[in-house]
């Protein structure tokens, strides 16, 4: 593979190791060849030290990343519908009276089958504007006991005392506890002994204003005169169409969760699996699950990303180490990305985690083609790669770099945020990518970059066979390899010899290097 060179068009010396003639170049590759490669292989180091120095604080300003605790925004804030939906958000202050988001005891339901659908499809047309699937019923659900009567009762009150983000400490609605109220209006007793308890619910759900709060609603729901589920409900301390993050939500629903799991450790057979949830219209619980759910699924995106772009570099490179030190510098790319959205004082929410899953597409486009570049040179030595891989690919990898950055700039320019934000993300990450497979990329690879045939994995897998295979079946692979190495195969660099018997201009003036 690696030929002795030669024949050169110009005499090969320090300053030009290849023996290229300048006239067959632009400026762009001759200051790459005759300016930037030796630099780089000058002050490798302090290249390195400094990159790694960026990189540590960009992961420090990326772990600082939160999800996102206002509404979307989807126009500029110039824009005057967002000043309006701004002013609605911000510049009403709340009152007792304004309505408030609901959250839901609720008995007698085992679990949800939702079919082909998730829970992030609620409020779809696929689900009729609501949550999508059936409800699977609790068989051991019985509310006709005594005990499991008082329980109930019970519940609503302590969830009004305890539960911290209950409005008022006040019930808004709790059928066993009306059902009692009403039964000791009429002088009647509570609770109703177990087999006279659906006689006496039947005559109290007849009438119209329990079917209205209670049946119409659903709060209640009654299959051939008996219980299939039961629900309380109280008003929560937050707003009626507002947006809330998870880190604003999840002490109330904790608050709920807790009591919820110290009920049924306590409640009667029967009505203990008793668990909580928010109303349909306000589901306020399920948002700020979907709101943290987004930098969740952005951590995950960007990951099975990175693993896809790992194989795509082991592919395209076919050396494990030129892969390793291409995937480093990608994952820098993103984690610097990262480290500037918080910077720029963004929150992960739908736009961010969006961008964030494709900043990894576009980090790699240049690191892959000076590691495929690398990989694929017929030049043995880190220095002489160094020269060859910057003169063949360098113009254009920054020419395309140059291209898409301009072309982001329109992007900037529209009233649509997604859009804006789109071509911030895309500038920043061909900004990164380019310092990083230009400086410590290449850095990295002219100080432990593979030379010869190192980290082939064509290489690697002839090796691995060659041992399982019988000792008269190995060939020379072995032999072969340490040729190459210690330059005396004919196929080798160092010392070794041309098919003519004559020496590498070239690969002395390696060894002298």
Not at 58 to 75: D, R
Not at 176 to 189: A, V
Not at 250 to 273: E, I, L, T
């Amino acid at each position: 593979r690696y030929g002795p060179v030669t024949e050169t068009a110009a005499p090969i010396t320090r300053q030009n190791p290849l023996g290229i003639k300048f006239d067959a170049y632009g400026r762009v590759e001759t200051f790459l060849y005759k300016r930037f490669a030796p630099f780089v292989l000058k002050w490798r180091g302090v290249v390195l030290m400094v990159a790694f120095a960026i990189l540590a604080m960009m992961i420090g300003f990326a772990s600082q990343l939160e999800p996102e605790t206002e509404p979307p925004k989807w126009l500029r804030g110039s824009h005057f519908f967002q000043r309006w939906d701004d002013a609605m958000f911000n510049e009403f202050p709340t009152s007792t009276d304004d309505d408030l988001m609901i959250a839901v005891l609720v008995w007698g339901i085992k679990g949800i089958d939702r079919g082909d659908h998730s829970m992030f499809d609620f409020g779809t047309a696929d689900c009729h504007g609501g949550a999508c699937g059936r409800a699977v019923y609790d068989s051991a659900f019985d509310p006709s006991t005594t005990d499991a009567q008082n329980s109930l009762v019970k519940a609503c009150e302590d969830a009004a005392a305890q539960v911290s983000c209950v409005r008022l400490n006040q019930i808004n609605s709790c059928f066993m506890k009306d059902f009692r109220e009403y039964r000791l209006s009429k002088s009647q007793t509570f609770p109703v002994a177990q087999n006279d308890f659906y006689t006496a619910i039947n005559e109290y759900v007849a009438l119209p204003e329990v079917q209205n709060k209670y049946i119409a609603t659903k709060a209640v729901y009654l299959e051939d005169g008996k219980f299939k589920w039961i629900s309380a409900d109280f008003k929560i301390n937050y707003l009626w169409g507002r947006f809330y993050s998870g880190k604003d939500v999840f002490p109330c629903y904790d608050s709920f969760v807790d009591f919820m799991n110290a009920y049924n450790k306590g409640a009667p057979q029967g009505v203990n699996n008793m668990f909580v949830t928010s109303s349909p219209q306000s589901a306020v619980f399920v948002a700020a699950v979907i709101s943290d759910a987004f930098v969740d699924n952005s951590v995950v995106s960007v990951g099975v990303a990175l693993l896809i772009a790992f194989v795509i570099l082991l592919v395209s490179t076919q050396n494990w180490i030129a892969a390793f030190n291409a995937f480093f510098w990608v994952c820098s790319v993103v984690v610097s990305v990262l480290g500037l959205t918080w910077l720029a004082g963004w929150k992960i929410g739908v736009i961010e985690g969006l961008n964030a899953t494709m900043v990894v597409g576009f980090s790699v486009d240049a690191l892959v083609h000076f590691a495929h570049n690398w990989t694929e040179s017929e030049l043995a030595m880190r220095f002489h790669r160094v020269y060859s891989t910057l003169l063949e690919m360098g113009v254009s990898i920054l020419a395309g770099g140059i291209t898409t950055f301009i072309a982001s700039i329109f992007l900037c320019l529209t009233s649509l945020l997604f859009f804006f934000k789109f071509g911030v993300f895309v500038m920043a990450t061909i900004s990164f990518s380019l310092l990083y497979a230009f400086f410590p990329g290449m850095a990295s690879l002219s100080a432990w970059g593979p030379e010869y045939d190192n980290g082939d994995v064509k290489i690697l897998y002839r090796h691995a066979c060659a041992k399982v295979r019988p000792s008269d079946d190995r060939g020379s692979t072995a032999a072969d390899a340490d040729d190459v190495r210690n330059g005396t195969s004919s196929a080798g660099v160092g010392k070794g010899a041309n098919a003519n018997g004559k020496t590498s201009t070239i690969n002395l003036v390696t060894m002298n290097q």
